[in-house]
């Protein structure tokens, strides 16, 4: 029922900035938990961010420690669109990047893929030194 379509990849240098997509399908995506993922070549799929739904309370973001400072993920619910700006974007960033959503009620913010209910299919993002 729910469906995640990922966009914004690309091929970028070092330092460069870019912005992910995600939207999504479903009816009551302000209610959703939205995160983002990245999975490089021969590695397992990491943890980047993640931005509460808003249902009577302001929206809170997280990130993983190797994003934080560099990357904002921010959702515009009027569009379904949940959205990952890269900024000072570096080699070990190239992974192949997926947005994720937890159906509510979320006790705690998952940080592992099996958190999740939804998943998109990628969007390859490519930074070269």
């Known amino acids: 029922q729910v469906q995640l379509v990922e966009s914004g990849g690309g091929l970028v240098q070092a330092g460069d900035s870019l912005r992910l997509s995600c939207a999504a399908s479903?009816?009551?995506?302000?209610?959703?938990?939205m995160g983002w993922f990245r999975q490089a070549p021969g590695k397992e799929r990491e943890f980047v961010a993640a931005?509460?739904?808003?249902?009577?309370?302001?929206?809170?973001?997280y990130y993983a420690d190797s994003v934080k400072g560099r990357f904002t993920v921010s959702r515009d619910n009027a569009k379904n669109t949940v959205y990952l700006q890269m900024n000072s974007l570096k080699p070990e960033d190239t992974a192949v990047y997926y947005c994720?959503?937890?159906?509510?009620?979320?006790?705690?913010?998952?940080?592992?893929?099996?958190?999740?209910?939804?998943w998109g299919q990628g969007t390859q993002v490519t930074v070269s030194s």
């Open positions: 994720a959503l937890d159906l509510p009620p979320v006790l705690a913010i998952p940080r592992l893929p099996s958190g999740y209910n939804y």
């Open positions: 479903g009816r009551t995506f302000s209610l959703y938990l």
């Open positions: 931005i509460k739904g808003s249902q009577r309370s302001v929206e809170t973001t």
